[in-house]
C-alpha cells in the first residue's frame, strides 16, 4: 500500500495569477500605451478589437540582480557535439556579440536588451487604447435613454388573464378558507356514506339502527349545503401575477458615416476613412450601450447603403456633398429622433465638391445638423505631398476652408487631415482627448 | 467495461485516463518503485489541474501559495503568450518539495502521460527531496506549505495596511539581492525548530492584534527595547564578512520597520527554500528520469502496459533526455535531463557490465552489480558539482563529444583546451564539474562593514575571481535597490583575490 491521494483540484478557481497579471499591467503601464499606440498604427482595422500580442522594452520591469559581465575575465566551458576540434586549437571569435555559442540570454532576467512580449486580452487592450479619451459634450446629452418599457413582475393582482393565474397563491387562499369555513372534506362524507349503506344493508333494522340513519341523512344533507356555499375554490381565493410596464433607461446613439464616393477617392482614401470610422465605432460603442451605423455614400446624389457596397462598391460621378447632409437628415428624421438618440457625424472627403456647393453645406451644417449633433468630425484625406502643401490650416480645398470660417462657432465641431494611417490615431486622440480644446 | 477485449493484466489500455486507471497504475508503480527500486518517499498528494491552472502555478516559482507581486505576473504574461503562440509547452508535471510531497497532473494529458509523470514526480523527484542532503539539512518540507501560507496572508496585510506601493518597494528590493540571499556554507536555522514555529506564531498573533489596534494609530510603531535588544544582539553575533545580504540588511538596516524586515525575511527564507534546488537540477531530473524510464520499461516486462503505450512513453521521454550539440540552433546549454539520466544510466552499466576502462576509472562500484545502492548514495550525498566530479565516466564523455573552451576576454581566440581523449578525460570532468559551482557561476558578493553608530554606509565587496567583474548594466540598478533597504550609502567594490 503506497501512503498516496488523488485530489482533482480542476474544479478549483483559476485565474489565480490573475492579481499578478494587473499589477505587472499597471507597473508598466506606460509602456505598453506607448506599445498599444505604436501597434495600431500599422494594423488592420478588422483586428482592431482582438487581443493584441504586446512588446514593451523589458527595462520597464527589469528584475535586476548581480551578474558577471561575460564580456571580461576568463572562464572555461564545456559543449557537446565535438566534430573536428582537438586539443590546443584557436578558434577566432565571432564578432561582437556573437557569443561563443554560449546559451542565448533569457529575455526575463532584466539585463538582456530584448523586449518583453506578451499577449493583452481585448479588454486590457481596449481600455488602454482608449484611456484618457472622452466623448466632447458628453455631459450635455448623453444622459438622454430612450424609454423604452420592459414588463416586470409586480406581486399578485385579484383580476388579471387566465394564462396568469398564481396556482400556488390561489390553491393557498382557498385552502385556507376551507379550513376557516369548515368545509366537510370528501373523506369524511365516504365515512359517513359508507356508514349509511352499511346500515341500509341490514334487512331489519332496529329502532336504534333506524334512528342513526335518519341522523347519517340529515348530517350528510347539512355537510352538503355547507359543502355548497363553502366551494373548493371560490373566486375570492384567484391570484393573478402582475406585471407592470417599467420603463428601461439605455443610452444609444447612432452614428452617420457620410462619405465621397467619387473617382477622386481612391482605394487608399477608402481605406484611411475606414480606419477612421472603425474607431469611432469602438469608441462609442464602449461608451453606449446601444449603437447604430448608418453608412451614406454619395457622388452627384446620395444614397444610404450597407457596410460592404460603402467600402467597397466603386460609383462614378461628380460631387455634390449637401446631398449626403440632405441624405442624412432625412434618415435621421424618419429613424433616429434627436430626443431620444446621440447623434454623431463623420464625414470624410477628398476635400472638392462642385463650386458654390461649400456653402450651401456650411449653411445646412449651421441650421439643421450642427444643432441636433452631438459631435461632428470631418476629416479630409490627401496624399502626402499635399499635406505638405496645405501645411498651413487656413489653406486648402474649398470645402476645407469654407468649414474653417463657420467651425469657431460649434465646440462640437471638428476637421483635420490625414495622409497616412500613421495620423490616424493621433487625430482621433487629438479629437477626444480629455481635454479637448479647440482644434488649432 | 468488463466486455472489452483488453488484456486484463493491463493497469490501463486506454489513452484516456480516469481515476480507476489512475489508481491502478499508481499501485503498479508504487510496488516497482517501493518494492525493487525501494526508494524512500513522503506521502504523495497528487492533483489533477487543468492548463490554466498548470499556467498560473507556473508564474510563481510553481508553488500553490505564493504571495502577489507583479513579476509574478510578468512571467505568468510571458507563460501565457509562449504556450498560446505554440512556442512552448507545459511542463508535463511540478513537484513541490513538500511533506506530503505535491506534485500536479494535467488534465490533457494522456494516460501514458500520467503515468509517466507520476513516476519521474511522485516517486523519482520525491525520493530526491527527502533523501537529498541539500534539502534535508536546508528546506522544510514540513513547515514550507504553512510557511508561504503565512508570509501570503501577512503580506496582504501589510499592502492593506501600508499601501501597495510601500509593499512593492521592498519586496522589489529584496528580490534582487535573492542569490545573495542564502546561506550557503553555514546552516540556516530550520524553519520548523520549535522554538521558531513558536515564534512564527508569536509573531502572526502579536501582529493579528497589533494590526488592528496599535499599528492603525500608530502608524510609525517602532519595535519595543526588548525586541531591538534582541535584534542588536543578534546583529553582533554576525561575524563580518557576511556571504547572505539579506540577512545582514533584514537584522542591521538602521532604516527598515519590523514589518518591512520580515518581509525581507520572507523572500530570504522562499531564496533559501530554493537554493538546494539551484544546486541539483542535474541530479534531481536525472534521479526522476532515471526511475521514470526504470519504472516504465519494468511496467512494460511485467506486461502491465501495452505496446502503444511503451511506445508513446518512449517518444515522450527521448524529446526530455535530447541534447542537441552546441552548433545547432537549438543549442542552449547541457540539458540537465541528458546528463543526468545518462551517468545514471551509465553507474548501472558500470555496476552490472562494466569494461577495464571502467574498472580502471571506478575500481569501487564496477561490477558489483548494487547499482541502486550507489545510486541511492548518490542521490543522498552529492550535489551536481560533486556527483559530477566523482561519477561522469570517459564513456559519457565520448558520447556527448564533451570538450572544453577557454575563454580569455582579453583575446581575440579562444582555446579548445581539452577534448573526450585520454588527455582530456580529466580536465574536461573538471570544468564541467565546476560550471555547477554556483559559487563560482554567480558573483561572490559579501558585506565587509558597516559603522552602525558613524557614517552608516554599508560595504560590499565583490570577490572577483578570474577577472569576471559584475555587468554595469544591472550593478547600478541593484545598488539602487539595496539603498533603498539600508536608507544610507552602499559602496561596492570589486577586488581580485
Known amino acids: 500500500m503506497t501512503p498516496s491521494h488523488f485530489i482533482d483540484r480542476r474544479k478549483n478557481p483559476k485565474g489565480k495569477s490573475l492579481g499578478n497579471r494587473q499589477r505587472f499591467l499597471k507597473r508598466a503601464r506606460a509602456q505598453i500605451k506607448d506599445a498599444v499606440n505604436k501597434s495600431l498604427r500599422d494594423r488592420s482595422m478588422k483586428e482592431i478589437d482582438k487581443g493584441e500580442k504586446i512588446s514593451i522594452p523589458s527595462k520597464s520591469t527589469a528584475e535586476p540582480r548581480f551578474r558577471l559581465n561575460p564580456e571580461k575575465g576568463e572562464r572555461e566551458v564545456v559543449h557537446p557535439g565535438n566534430k573536428e576540434f582537438g586539443q590546443g586549437d584557436r578558434i577566432k571569435k565571432p564578432p561582437k556579440g556573437g557569443g561563443k555559442g554560449k546559451g542565448k540570454e533569457a529575455s526575463d532576467s532584466g539585463d538582456g536588451e530584448d523586449n518583453f512580449q506578451f499577449t493583452l486580452t481585448q479588454d486590457e487592450f481596449l481600455d488602454i487604447f482608449f484611456e484618457d479619451l472622452e466623448l466632447p459634450n458628453l455631459v450635455k446629452r448623453s444622459l438622454k435613454e430612450i424609454k423604452s418599457t420592459a414588463w416586470k413582475r409586480a406581486g399578485v393582482t385579484v383580476s388579471g388573464s387566465p394564462t396568469n393565474m398564481n396556482l400556488i397563491r390561489t390553491m393557498r387562499n382557498a385552502h385556507g378558507r376551507r379550513l376557516a369555513l369548515r368545509r366537510p372534506s370528501t373523506r369524511e362524507m365516504n365515512e359517513l356514506k359508507e356508514r349509511l349503506f352499511a346500515l341500509e344493508r341490514i334487512a331489519q333494522p332496529g329502532a336504534e339502527q333506524i334512528a342513526e340513519i335518519k341522523d347519517i341523512i340529515a348530517k350528510l344533507e347539512e355537510m352538503d349545503a355547507r359543502r355548497r356555499w363553502a366551494p373548493f375554490i371560490d373566486p375570492l381565493d384567484v391570484r393573478y401575477n402582475a406585471f407592470e410596464p417599467t420603463p428601461v433607461e439605455t443610452t444609444a446613439a447612432v452614428m452617420f458615416c457620410l462619405m465621397d464616393v467619387s473617382g477622386s477617392m481612391g482605394e487608399r482614401e477608402k481605406d484611411l476613412a475606414k480606419r477612421f470610422y472603425m474607431l469611432l465605432y469602438l469608441f462609442l460603442k464602449r461608451r453606449y450601450e446601444k449603437v447604430d451605423v448608418v453608412f451614406i455614400r454619395h457622388t452627384h446624389h446620395a444614397e444610404e447603403v450597407d457596410e460592404e457596397t460603402f467600402f467597397y462598391s466603386r460609383q462614378s460621378g461628380g460631387t455634390v456633398v449637401s446631398t449626403a447632409l440632405d441624405k442624412m437628415l432625412e434618415v435621421q428624421k424618419d429613424r433616429y429622433s434627436a430626443s431620444d438618440w446621440n447623434i454623431y457625424v463623420a464625414q470624410a472627403s477628398d476635400g472638392f465638391t462642385q463650386s458654390g456647393d461649400a456653402k450651401r453645406c456650411v449653411e445646412m451644417l449651421n441650421e439643421s445638423v450642427m444643432p441636433i449633433s452631438q459631435y461632428y468630425a470631418y476629416i479630409e484625406i490627401l496624399d502626402e505631398r499635399e499635406l505638405e502643401v496645405f501645411s498651413d490650416a487656413d489653406s486648402g480645398a474649398e470645402l476645407w476652408r469654407a468649414y474653417r470660417t463657420f467651425a469657431p462657432a460649434w465646440p462640437n465641431f471638428a476637421q483635420t487631415r490625414i495622409a497616412t494611417p500613421s495620423d490616424i490615431f493621433p487625430v482621433f486622440r487629438e479629437l477626444f482627448a480629455k481635454d479637448k480644446r479647440q482644434a488649432a | ?497
Open chain 2, 1 to 497: 467495461m468488463e466486455a472489452v477485449a483488453a488484456k486484463p493484466e493491463f493497469v490501463f489500455s486506454d489513452s484516456d485516463w480516469n481515476f480507476e486507471t489512475l489508481d491502478r497504475t499508481l499501485e503498479a508503480i508504487s510496488d516497482i518503485a517501493l518494492n525493487d527500486l525501494k526508494l524512500d518517499i513522503y506521502p504523495n498528494q497528487i492533483e489533477i489541474i487543468s492548463s490554466e491552472q498548470m499556467l498560473d502555478a507556473y508564474s510563481s516559482h510553481g508553488m500553490p501559495l505564493m504571495y502577489n507581486h507583479w513579476s509574478f505576473g510578468k512571467h505568468f504574461a510571458r507563460d501565457q503568450a509562449m504556450y498560446q503562440k505554440g512556442y512552448q509547452g507545459l511542463a508535463y508535471e511540478i513537484v513541490i518539495n513538500s511533506n506530503p510531497c505535491i506534485a500536479y497532473l494535467m488534465e490533457e494529458n494522456s494516460m501514458t502521460m500520467q503515468a509517466l509523470v507520476m513516476a519521474h514526480a511522485s516517486f523519482g523527484h520525491n525520493h530526491f527531496f527527502k533523501n537529498n542532503y541539500l534539502f534535508r539539512q536546508w528546506t522544510d518540507a514540513d513547515g514550507i506549505l504553512p510557511y508561504l501560507a503565512f508570509a501570503k496572508k501577512y503580506i496582504t496585510k501589510c499592502e492593506d495596511e501600508y499601501g501597495f506601493e510601500e509593499v512593492e518597494a521592498i519586496l522589489d528590493a529584496s528580490h534582487a539581492l535573492m542569490d545573495q540571499g542564502v546561506f550557503r556554507y553555514n546552516r540556516p536555522p530550520r524553519l520548523s525548530d520549535a522554538d521558531r514555529l513558536a515564534k512564527l506564531a508569536a509573531r502572526a498573533k502579536h501582529e493579528e492584534t497589533t494590526f488592528n489596534d496599535l499599528w492603525r494609530t500608530l502608524p510609525t510603531v517602532e519595535e519595543d527595547d526588548e525586541e531591538k535588544e534582541e535584534r542588536q544582539a543578534e546583529v553582533r553575533d554576525i561575524k563580518l564578512p557576511e556571504e547572505n545580504l539579506l540577512y545582514f540588511i533584514e537584522k542591521a538596516s538602521p532604516v527598515l520597520r519590523p514589518w518591512q524586515r520580515e518581509l525581507v525575511r520572507i523572500v530570504r527564507n522562499v531564496s533559501q527554500y530554493f537554493y538546494p534546488q539551484k544546486q541539483t537540477k542535474v541530479m534531481n531530473e536525472g534521479c526522476a528520469t532515471f526511475v521514470h524510464h526504470y519504472i516504465m520499461n519494468e511496467l512494460y516486462d511485467r506486461g502491465q502496459i501495452s505496446e502503444g503505450s511503451i511506445m508513446e512513453f518512449l517518444h515522450s521521454h527521448s524529446s526530455v533526455v535530447f541534447q542537441p550539440e552546441f552548433d545547432d540552433p537549438r543549442y542552449s546549454g547541457i540539458n540537465p535531463y541528458a546528463l543526468g539520466f545518462a551517468m545514471m544510466e551509465d553507474i548501472k552499466r558500470i555496476c552490472e557490465a562494466p569494461e577495464d576502462e571502467d574498472r580502471e576509472w571506478f575500481p569501487e562500484i564496477a561490477g558489483t552489480g548494487e547499482w541502486r545502492e550507489v545510486l541511492k548514495n548518490a542521490w543522498a550525498n552529492y550535489r551536481d558539482e560533486s556527483f559530477i566530479l566523482q561519477y561522469l565516466s570517459p564513456k559519457i564523455m565520448r558520447d556527448l563529444h564533451l570538450f572544453a573552451i577557454a575563454d580569455n576576454a582579453k583575446e581575440s581566440h579562444v582555446e579548445v583546451s581539452a577534448i573526450h581523449d585520454e588527455r582530456g578525460y580529466r580536465h574536461v570532468r573538471s570544468r564541467l564539474a565546476a560550471m555547477y559551482d554556483l559559487g563560482i557561476h554567480e558573483p561572490n558578493i559579501q558585506v565587509t562593514g558597516a559603522d552602525l553608530d558613524g557614517d552608516r554606509i554599508l560595504h560590499l565587496r565583490h570577490e572577483v575571481q578570474q577577472g569576471r567583474l559584475l555587468t554595469d548594466k544591472t550593478k547600478d540598478d541593484v545598488l539602487t535597490h539595496i539603498e533603498t533597504l539600508w536608507g544610507h550609502e552602499v559602496k561596492l567594490e570589486e577586488l581580485s583575490s
